[in-house]
C-alpha cells in the first residue's frame, strides 16, 4: 500500500508569493494533519482535517489556511510568504481524529519550501 | 518550562552498546506516546508507541512510561551505525489540553550517533 504522499519535494519561491502544497493520505485514512519542521527543531502543528473539517489550527497566522476534499487529499495554502516561512511541511494522516491508541499518525516525505 | 523536552545531544555510544533515549512531558492527562526517527534531510519515521505504563519491546528497541513521573524513554539495544539518526518524542495530550485535537507535540529531538 502506498504511504502518505506530498507533492512536489521542493519548492523555492520568494517573499510575497503564495504556495500550495498537496497531501494524499494513507488509503482509508480519513484525518490529515499538518506540520512545520524548521531546522533543529521538532515538527509544529499547523492544522488537521477529519471527514473534510477542521479539528485542530496551531499557532499559525491567518496566511496560513488548508482544507480537505472528498477523497480526503488535503492542501495548505499560505500567502504573503515570508522569509520565515522557510521550512519542511510534513503532512500525516492517521484513520480516526485522535491518531492515538493504535492508530498513529504517519508522514509523508514532506515538501522542503525555501523563500528567496 | 516546554510542553515535551529532550536533550538535543548528540548522544554518542559505540556499535552494539544500548542507546537510552529520554523524554518529559507537562500534561499530566497525555494519553499517547510515540517515538519517530528521522534522518537527516528525511521525513520523520514511527517506530514505538506506548500508552500503558511500563514498558514495551520491539525487536531492538524498548519504550517505557512512568506516567507518575511524567517521563518516556526509548531504549536501543545492539546500536548499529544505522540507527544514527535523530529520535523525536512526540506526545498526544488530554482532550482537555488539544482542545479536542489530534495534534501531537513534539520535542526538539536527540541525535544519536553510534560510531562503529
Known amino acids: 500500500d502506498a504511504g502518505v504522499t506530498q507533492s512536489p519535494t521542493h519548492l523555492i519561491k520568494t517573499r510575497g508569493q503564495h504556495v500550495t502544497l498537496r497531501c494524499s493520505p494513507i488509503s482509508g485514512h480519513k484525518s490529515v494533519s499538518w506540520y512545520q519542521q524548521v531546522l533543529g527543531q521538532g515538527p509544529q502543528f499547523i492544522f488537521q482535517?477529519?471527514?473534510?473539517?477542521?479539528?485542530g489550527r496551531g499557532n499559525f497566522p491567518d496566511r496560513f489556511s488548508a482544507r480537505q476534499f472528498p477523497n480526503y487529499s488535503s492542501e495548505l495554502n499560505v500567502n504573503a510568504l515570508l522569509l520565515g516561512d522557510s521550512a519542511l511541511y510534513l503532512c500525516a494522516s492517521s484513520l480516526a481524529w485522535r491518531g492515538g491508541r493504535d492508530q498513529p499518525q504517519h508522514f509523508g516525505d514532506g515538501t522542503r519550501l525555501s523563500i528567496l | 518550562q516546554k510542553e515535551v523536552e529532550q536533550n538535543s545531544g548528540p548522544l554518542s555510544v559505540p556499535e552494539g552498546a544500548i542507546a537510552s533515549l529520554n523524554c518529559t512531558y507537562s500534561d499530566r492527562g497525555s494519553q499517547s506516546f510515540f517515538w519517530y526517527r528521522q534522518y537527516s534531510g528525511k521525513s520523520p519515521e514511527l517506530i514505538m508507541f506506548i500508552y500503558s505504563n511500563g514498558d514495551k519491546e520491539d525487536g531492538r528497541f524498548t519504550a517505557q512510561l512512568n506516567k507518575a513521573s511524567q517521563y518516556v524513554s526509548l531504549l536501543i539495544r545492539d546500536s548499529q551505525p544505522s540507527d544514527s539518526a535523530t529520535y523525536l518524542c512526540a506526545v498526544l495530550p488530554s482532550l482537555h489540553g488539544s482542545s479536542n485535537t489530534g495534534k501531537l507535540i513534539f520535542g526538539q529531538g536527540t541525535t544519536l550517533q553510534v560510531k562503529p
Open positions: 482535517y477529519y471527514e473534510k473539517e477542521e479539528r
